[in-house]
């Protein structure tokens, strides 16, 4: 590999590795509310465990132990996306249909979020 090539690659893994933190969103501790809340609703595990932990420990919102259940079972809880292509009435018909496509994507639920949501549950017995 020519050192062109290798310095091209190296750039190029260090900007994909930058951008898949950005996108996984590994650590929301420093986000502020409304990114995190955003990406939460938008369903990455990851910012639904860190609201679940604000709601919790009452981090930059009033402390509210039932929404921060639901954010930690969300953030637990597997979820399987399907892509669909829609394909348009074929001859005489009057109604298109929807193709799945490809394998289905299962994004896993997080052992952290249900430990804490465990403990909450412990906490709550008590």
């Keep these: 590999m020519s050192m062109t090539l290798r310095s091209a690659v190296a750039a190029a893994a260090i900007i994909l ?4 933190l950005a996108q996984n969103g590994s650590d929301w ?11 939460a609703k938008g369903g ?25 259940r639901k954010w930690y079972k969300k953030a637990a809880g597997d979820t399987v996306d399907q ?9 005489s018909e009057q109604h298109g249909r929807a193709i799945k496509v490809g394998r289905p994507h299962v994004q896993p639920g997080l052992p952290a979020a249900a430990t804490r949501l465990k403990d909450m549950e412990r906490a709550d017995e008590r």
């Design 17 to 20: 590795s930058s951008n898949s």
């Design 29 to 39: 501790t420093n986000a502020s509310l409304a990114e995190v809340q955003s990406a």
């Design 44 to 68: 990455l595990k990851t910012a639904q465990y860190e609201l679940g932990r604000r709601y919790e420990e009452g981090i930059g919102l009033e402390r509210d132990t039932s929404k921060a």
């Design 83 to 91: 892509n669909f292509v829609y394909s348009g009435p074929v001859g």
